[in-house]
Every structure is written in C-alpha cells, then in structure tokens.
C-alpha cells in the first residue's frame, strides 16, 4: 500500500512563492503526481515526475527525490485563482494512484 | 466535448436502498476508476477496470460493485446504502501518456445517504 503525507493547510501573500511537500511510502513506483483542486469542482492534473530532479511548468514546478520518498510543488508569483487543494499521489506497480489528503493553499491579497 | 459524464450531480438517498452511479467517457480510455473523497481523507479508490471486460478492488471496495460491459460505461452501484457512504464519488479515466497513467476526473456525484 501507499502512506502519502502532505501538510493540510498554508496560506500565502499574492505574488509570493510557495513549497507543498509530499512524502511517501510506496511498494511499487510508477510517478509521482501533483493535482490542482478547486473548491466543488473535480481534480486537474498538473505535474508528473518519475526521474530525480525538477520539472518545470510555467508558475508551478514539481521535484522528485526517489531515494527519500520526496516531492515538492512550487508554485510561484501566486495569484488569488491559486487558491485550492493540491494533491500529491503516487502510483504504483499497476499504474493505479493513491492520494495524499491534499494541501489547502489560501492566497491572500 | 469530450470528456466524462457522470450522473446524477447529486442525489439524496434513505438508508438501505440501492443505487447506481452512472460514468461514461467518449475518450475511448481503456483505464477507469472509482474514487470517493471526504473531508481529511483525501481520494479512495473504491474500484478499477484497466480494459472492458475486467475489473479489480481498490482501497475501500466493502459495500459497492461495478461492471464493465464496454470501453465507454462504468457504473458503480451500491446494494444497500448505508449512512458511511455518504461522500463525494468522481468517476476518472486513465491515459497512459510518455510512461505516465493521467487520470481525468469526471464532475462527481453527490451522495448522501440518510
């Protein structure tokens, strides 16, 4: 099975930078995920990592440490919209993802 | 448009009655999940199909079933609903894209079982 953690909530000033690091526990690994979610509406996909290193994507970025079971969204100049979940998962040997509880990011003017 | 329907958007329900959760995608995905999310738990897989014709338990599959008949329908159904399965089910397809499995999730389906 997975153990996914992540922090349940953190707030943010408009234009500032800000980490939401996952750990996981996995026993088998096929990737690593990031979802955005918005309040009543169905998660997005954002990011992938499979290899060690940082992928980048516009404002957000995404880092994976395989060897530490860790990861980290970055999410960067942030902008009131970015206020949501973001959810960290993992898959595993069947391809099937398991969530972490999301982290509740609010970004305040 | 493309996408994944799913039905109904919400739905109240007594106890002990049977109910089904309609999903359909005209992505032509072979891959397609059941998830339930409720406050602090984040997303449970409830069951999968990797291709028609099979399927497989999730994480928390006690008190549901699911078919898959063709590419496009995944149903899921509860036999006797009970209050715990009170929760918010989204319906999601999977891609296989550069090694990656990328679900799409449908709307969801509010549920609340009195």
């Known amino acids: 099975g997975q153990n996914i953690d992540q922090p349940t909530e953190m707030t943010a000033t408009e234009g500032a930078i800000v980490q939401i690091n996952c750990t996981y526990q996995t026993s088998g690994f096929n990737g690593l995920f990031w979802y955005q979610q918005h309040a009543g509406e169905a998660p997005t996909f954002l990011s992938y990592?499979?290899?060690?290193g940082l992928e980048e994507k516009g404002r957000f970025s995404s880092f994976l440490s395989r060897s530490k079971g860790y990861s980290y969204l970055l999410l960067k100049e942030l902008q009131m919209k970015d206020s949501a979940s973001y959810l960290c998962a993992v898959s595993d040997g069947d391809y099937k993802l398991s969530f972490g509880a999301g982290t509740t990011v609010t970004v305040r003017a | 448009i493309a996408g994944i329907t799913q039905a109904p958007t919400s739905q109240i329900l007594a106890a002990g009655r049977r109910m089904t959760l309609r999903c359909t995608q005209d992505m032509r995905h072979n891959a397609m999940y059941w998830y339930r999310q409720d406050l602090g738990l984040g997303l449970r897989l409830i069951h999968y199909?990797?291709?028609?014709?099979?399927?497989g338990k999730g994480e928390v599959p006690d008190g549901y079933s699911v078919s898959r008949a063709n590419t496009d329908d995944f149903p899921l159904t509860l036999a006797s609903a009970v209050p715990s399965q009170t929760s918010v089910y989204f319906c999601?397809?999977?891609?296989?894209?550069?090694?990656?499995?990328?679900?799409?999730f449908g709307a969801g389906s509010r549920l609340t079982v009195l």
């Open positions: 990592n499979v290899l060690d």
């Open positions: 199909s990797n291709t028609a014709g099979t399927t």
């Open positions: 999601a397809t999977g891609e296989m894209n550069s090694g990656a499995n990328v679900l799409t």
